[in-house]
């Protein structure tokens, strides 16, 4: 993925599943150093070259700088480089809502460029990421009124997935009914798990004459995710809820509980337990 307001940070899954659950993310040389260190694009595979050769399971933080909420300076490091010496570091924690996209090390040292018709809408809609679910998302409407819990009465937001950064939604729950509308692009796929141990795969898109829908209701209390059928660009979709939706009734599920529940759908399961050991969105979160 190549843009200019875009740094990059050597992580570990651990690592980010801990920021998943504080809240914000922060490393060893925060403490250490007073800042984070991140890359430019073409220093990353230098940078793991000379510190991490030796170390597996790494995944690399895609983050958009106009997102950022602490200090960024570009300076150099304590050792030369012999490479552009201007290395970004941020002076306090990351917010994870700059995190745009997280793809591990093998697979983007690999990575194409992100398709001109993808970026431009996520340029368009300013699409933040849901905490611990990772999807593109922008809220568009949050009822001023409110339910006796203090819920709003009802929610709307605009969603996508795309391959290219990948944006999924993980295996969550809801405790109201949640209704899904598809505004365009490329076809995709609801996996709903139900209590009583049945499944459905939902095909949405906008061709009904092809068994595509254009709008489902997930009933309450279902597990759901979703991902665009493979090939595709993106998938542009809407979610509306009533009573409205709360990061504080939000519930991830952990891979290895589903798939002894769910056998059948391990594949799809493990493909898409983005959110770790991660269960609960931030305290106050709200879409």
Not at 70 to 89: G, V
Not at 155 to 170: F, H, K, N, Q, R
Not at 186 to 193: C, E, G, N, Q, T
């Amino acid at each position: 993925m190549i843009n200019n307001n875009y740094i990059y940070n050597i992580s570990t899954k651990e690592t980010l599943e801990k920021a998943n659950k504080i809240g914000k993310y922060e490393t060893e040389s925060l403490l250490t150093d007073g800042f984070i260190h991140f890359s430019k694009l073409h220093q990353v595979k230098m940078v793991v070259n000379k510190f991490y050769d030796d170390i597996t399971g790494l995944v690399v933080l895609v983050v958009d700088t106009s997102k950022l909420k602490e200090e960024l300076k570009y300076e150099e490091p304590s050792e030369p480089m012999n490479l552009d010496n201007s290395f970004p570091h941020l002076y306090g924690p990351l917010n994870l809502d700059a995190i745009v996209d997280v793809v591990e090390l093998s697979l983007f040292l690999e990575k194409n460029l992100i398709h001109p018709d993808t970026k431009a809408m996520i340029e368009h809609y300013d699409f933040d990421r849901l905490p611990v679910e990772g999807t593109y998302f922008k809220s568009t409407y949050r009822s001023t009124m409110k339910t006796s819990k203090g819920v709003p009465c009802g929610t709307a937001m605009i969603g996508m997935y795309c391959a290219e950064p990948l944006s999924v939604s993980c295996f969550h729950r809801l405790p109201y009914d949640e209704i899904w509308h598809v505004y365009g692009g490329d076809p995709f796929y609801l996996v709903l798990l139900n209590s009583d141990g049945t499944s459905k795969n939902i095909l949405m898109g906008t061709n009904p004459l092809e068994g595509q829908k254009i709008q489902f209701v997930i009933p309450a209390h279902t597990w759901q995710a979703g991902y665009m059928m493979p090939g595709g660009r993106f998938s542009l979709f809407g979610c509306t809820m009533a009573p409205g939706f709360t990061g504080a009734e939000f519930e991830a599920g952990i891979a290895k509980d589903l798939i002894l529940k769910y056998p059948e759908w391990k594949k799809e399961i493990v493909c898409l337990s983005v959110n770790g050991e991660a269960t609960k969105m931030p305290e106050g979160f709200s879409k």
